[in-house]
Each structure stands twice: as C-alpha cells, then as structure tokens.
C-alpha cells in the first residue's frame, strides 16, 4: 500500500495501516524531504521498530506492480501526474478520511463547508462530549482521523471536520449526519471549476441515505439548492428569514420551528460568548447537527453558553491604549473575512493579502461600508487586493504596503486611534510568509501582547 506525502495526514494513515500489519510505503515528491527524519516520527508513533520504506522525487513507477491502493494526504491533487497513472492502472485512491472509516467504530458527524467548518465542529464536539462518553473530535480540524481509529467503540461518536480535498477521496464514507455550512469561491486553483467545488462539497452525503441527516444554509444559494437532492433528510438554518421548519435568527434570538410552531432557544447576545452573524450561523448549524445526534436541547443550550471562540477565528486578543485587537487569521479567504469586518463595530484598521488562490476581492471590499478606515496589505497578493479596492471606490490613500508582517503591524499601531479596531483578517492563505494560517495569528497575538498599555 501507497502513501502519499510524509505530513501529519500521511504519517497517520502509515502508522494506521503498519499496526494492522499492512506494509505500506511512503512517498512525497518533495526529493528534499528527510527520510530518516519521516521514519524516526513514524517510529516514535507506533512505539516499535517499523518496516515502511519512504521514498522521495521522482515517483518510482514499479510501487505500482506490487500496491492494490494508495492513500494521499489532502495536499496532494488528485489530478497530479502520478496519481493519474497510478489510477489508470486499477488503484484504489483513498484518503485518510476513508483509510480511517474502515478502521473505525461507533457514528460519524461530518462537517463541510467552505467557512465555519472548525468553530462549529469545535462546538460541535463540546455538545457531544458534554453528553457523550466516547467522543473523538477528528480531520481537518487538526487530529488526524487515522490516530483516533483505534481507540474507537460501537458506542463513539466521532465529530468530523472534513475539507473538499479529503471528499474527493471518499468512497465508502457514511456519516449518520452531515452538514455543508455554506459553499462559496475557494480553492479553485486545485478543483480549477465552481461546479468541481460544489460536487466535492456535496459528496458529504454521498452515501447517506432518508434515515439519515444533512443540516443546511437556507441562505447559501448551493445548499439551499442541494436541499432538493439530498438524500438524507434536511434541516435548514436561516440567518435572514423565519422558516416553517428549521432554525433561525430573527432580533436577537434564535428560533426553532417544527410546522410552524415557533420555540425561542436562546438570545445571541447574552447567551454566546461568539460574536457576528457568521457566528450565530455556525451555533444554528450545530444545534441541528447535535439534536440530529440524539442530544437534548437543554443540554446543547446549556454548551452554547459555555463555549468560548475558537483561536484565530475573529478571536479578541487585547485592548491596548484603546485599540481593540481581534485576530482573524483563520479567515484564508474572501467570504470569511467578509464575515469578519460584519463583526466589527468601531473603525477598522485591517490587515490583508498573503497567497494568491486565483480569489477575487470585490465582494470583500465592498463590505468594508465605511468601517475600514486604513488597509494595510501584505504579501503576494497585495497589488491585485490595492487595485480592486481602488476599483470599488476605496481611497487610494488610504491604503498602506508593506514588506513584512512586523512592518505592518507597526503600521496599524501607528494608524489606530482609541476607539479603533485593528483586525487581522486576510482573505487569503498564509503560505509564502508562514507555514500556515495559526503561525501567522500566533505571531499577532504576540506581537498585541508585547505592546505597552
């Protein structure tokens, strides 16, 4: 057996197949990565000596006489040369989402979307464990699915964070409930089309069947449309209208609504701890996931009022000599971190650009209404991002480049008045500057920190 990519994902799915006396073989086309270093973490893991051999480069065609399937890590596109060629010669192409599937026991939650997936499966999987006695909250979200496998009872419920990347390689996957937030431009330079977007998004439910449950955005044109097709049975939240059936958002409370009887479940603004309508979203979303689950509402109202913003998430920091610091790293791209300025309430200095997803911006800068006084833009993409606000009416002068990411902050500090806010909130991914999207919003925090009051 095959796996592909050395990474947190590949050395799970490793570790999962050799303590069940598979011999898999690891590769990565990255010929500088360092084999021994790969083995010595694999080891570690599984506490014994190992047999997997790891190779690197160029890929070695003669794996594929002797391999009956291949696990990729998400990073690896399923339309790379060698994947194509290991498909053409009859391989079965998991991911490690499936890998650990047919290792697992109990029931799966599975989560999607292109935005909110890791707050609402976080509180998704306090709920759970809340009321649960074995809950593993697993994926995309950071634990990879393959460690937690093992460990699994008939009776587990396993909280799944899943990405469009881990949907394409699904085959037997079947969660008894799913949900898809919302569905909105991202990642089109791996699925290169809108509609290959959507269908890897959907795929959630690809083996659900009418006993089962799909929780749905009535306000995203793509779920609300999916509705119609989905086979298992749907429940819709609303953040703009009241339903005859499903959750909503109306004032300050959240309703549910079973054949028009309106029930008020809680008020946003005493009973989160969260702010913004994207927000009050992904708590809709996971009241519909959890009572799906079998959890009562007073218990899952009872978590609501208990949990806290996930980090890097419009999570607040500090104020420092009036400034209200919110760090929103987490938002890689335009529809979350337009989520993130309808959350602010002050004047906004705001920090954008990075890497460069083949996004648009306009929608982003439209949203900015006055509240974002100075943007300071970073980054591969800070150009394109200037010209678009230019564009769409945002003053020119108002817009700062810099070079690196302390410069920038020292920027804000210098552009922010008491009264302001200063929010990191890029639309765009971290790489080229930082290993990733929780680097770059610990390196904010730190930077909020150190400053004097």
């Not at 799966?108 to 292109?114: D, M, P, R």
């Not at 708590?283 to 509402?297: K, T």
């Not at 949203?367 to 100075?374: A, E, L, M, T």
């Not at 833009?377 to 800070?382: D, H």
């Given at each position: 057996?095959?796996v592909?990519?050395?990474?947190?994902?590949?050395?799970?799915?490793?570790?999962?197949?050799?303590?069940?006396?598979?011999l898999?073989?690891?590769?990565?086309e990255?010929e500088?990565?360092?084999?021994?270093?790969?083995k010595?973490?694999?080891?570690?893991?599984?506490g014994?000596?190992i047999?997997?051999e790891?190779?690197?480069?160029?890929?070695p065609?003669?794996?594929?006489e002797d391999?009956?399937?291949?696990?990729?890590s998400?990073?690896?596109?399923?339309?790379?040369d060698?994947?194509v060629?290991?498909?053409?010669?009859?391989?079965?192409?998991w991911?490690e989402?499936?890998?650990?599937?047919?290792f697992a026991?109990?029931?799966?939650?599975?989560?999607?979307?292109?935005?909110?997936?890791?707050?609402?499966?976080?509180?998704?999987?306090?709920?759970?464990?809340?009321?649960?006695?074995?809950?593993y909250?697993v994926?995309?979200?950071?634990?990879p699915?393959?460690?937690?496998?093992?460990?699994?009872?008939?009776?587990?419920v396993?909280?799944?964070?899943?990405?469009?990347f881990?949907?394409?390689?699904i085959?037997d996957f079947?969660?008894?409930?799913?949900?898809?937030l919302?569905i909105?431009?991202?990642?089109?330079?791996r699925?290169?089309?809108?509609?290959n977007?959507?269908a890897a998004?959907?795929?959630?439910?690809?083996?659900?069947?009418?006993?089962d449950?799909c929780?749905?955005?009535?306000?995203n044109?793509y779920?609300?449309n999916?509705?119609d097709?989905?086979?298992?049975k749907v429940?819709?939240f609303s953040?703009?209208?009241?339903?005859?059936?499903?959750?909503?958002?109306e004032?300050e409370?959240?309703f549910l609504?079973v054949d028009?009887?309106?029930?008020?479940l809680?008020?946003?603004k005493?009973?989160m701890?969260?702010?913004?309508?994207c927000n009050?979203?992904?708590?809709?979303?996971a009241i519909g996931?959890?009572?799906?689950?079998?959890?009562p509402?007073q218990?899952?109202?009872?978590?609501?009022r208990r949990?806290?913003?996930?980090?890097?998430?419009i999570e607040?920091?500090?104020?420092k000599?009036?400034?209200v610091?919110?760090?929103d790293?987490?938002?890689t791209?335009?529809?979350?971190?337009i989520q993130?300025?309808?959350?602010m309430?002050?004047?906004t200095?705001?920090?954008?650009?990075?890497?460069?997803k083949?996004?648009t911006?306009?929608?982003?800068?439209?949203?900015?209404?006055?509240?974002?006084?100075?943007?300071?833009?970073?980054g591969?993409?800070?150009?394109k991002?200037?010209a678009c606000?230019v564009?769409?009416?945002?003053?020119?002068?108002?817009?700062?480049?810099?070079?690196t990411?302390?410069?920038a902050?020292?920027?804000?500090?210098?552009?922010?008045a008491a009264?302001?806010a200063?929010?990191?909130?890029?639309?765009?991914a971290?790489?080229g500057?930082?290993p990733n999207?929780?680097?770059?919003?610990?390196?904010?925090?730190?930077?909020?920190?150190?400053l004097?009051?």
């Amino acid at each position: 057996m095959i796996v592909v990519g050395t990474g947190k994902s590949g050395i799970g799915s490793a570790a999962l197949l050799e303590k069940y006396g598979a011999l898999p073989v690891l590769y990565d086309e990255n010929e500088k990565t360092d084999k021994d270093a790969v083995k010595a973490v694999l080891r570690e893991k599984l506490g014994k000596e190992i047999k997997a051999e790891v190779y690197t480069g160029a890929f070695p065609k003669a794996l594929v006489e002797d391999a009956v399937l291949t696990v990729l890590s998400p990073g690896v596109p399923v339309d790379a040369d060698f994947v194509v060629y290991m498909k053409e010669h009859g391989m079965h192409i998991w991911g490690e989402v499936e890998l650990a599937y047919h290792f697992a026991k109990g029931s799966v939650i599975a989560i999607t979307g292109t935005n909110g997936k890791t707050t609402t499966t976080s509180l998704v999987g306090q709920i759970m464990q809340e009321y649960y006695d074995s809950v593993y909250i697993v994926g995309n979200i950071g634990n990879p699915y393959t460690d937690a496998a093992p460990l699994m009872g008939e009776d587990t419920v396993s909280v799944a964070e899943i990405s469009s990347f881990q949907l394409e390689t699904i085959e037997d996957f079947h969660p008894q409930v799913s949900a898809i937030l919302n569905i909105t431009p991202d990642h089109l330079n791996r699925h290169h089309t809108m509609k290959n977007y959507v269908a890897a998004k959907e795929a959630v439910t690809m083996n659900q069947t009418e006993e089962d449950y799909c929780i749905l955005n009535y306000e995203n044109e793509y779920t609300r449309n999916f509705g119609d097709r989905c086979p298992a049975k749907v429940v819709y939240f609303s953040s703009a209208q009241r339903l005859e059936n499903g959750l909503y958002y109306e004032g300050e409370d959240i309703f549910l609504a079973v054949d028009g009887v309106q029930r008020r479940l809680l008020n946003v603004k005493t009973d989160m701890n969260l702010v913004g309508v994207c927000n009050i979203e992904n708590v809709m979303a996971a009241i519909g996931i959890s009572m799906s689950a079998g959890v009562p509402m007073q218990n899952i109202l009872a978590a609501i009022r208990r949990f806290v913003a996930v980090e890097h998430r419009i999570e607040y920091v500090a104020t420092k000599r009036g400034v209200v610091y919110y760090n929103d790293s987490k938002a890689t791209n335009t529809d979350a971190a337009i989520q993130g300025i309808k959350a602010m309430e002050r004047p906004t200095v705001l920090i954008g650009g990075g890497y460069d997803k083949d996004s648009t911006y306009d929608d982003w800068i439209r949203c900015f209404d006055g509240k974002v006084k100075k943007l300071v833009l970073i980054g591969q993409t800070r150009e394109k991002i200037a010209a678009c606000a230019v564009q769409c009416g945002f003053p020119k002068e108002d817009i700062l480049f810099e070079d690196t990411f302390e410069a920038a902050l020292d920027a804000c500090v210098r552009e922010a008045a008491a009264g302001d806010a200063v929010l990191l909130s890029p639309a765009c991914a971290s790489w080229g500057m930082f290993p990733n999207y929780e680097v770059r919003g610990t390196q904010f925090k730190e930077y909020v920190m150190n400053l004097k009051e």
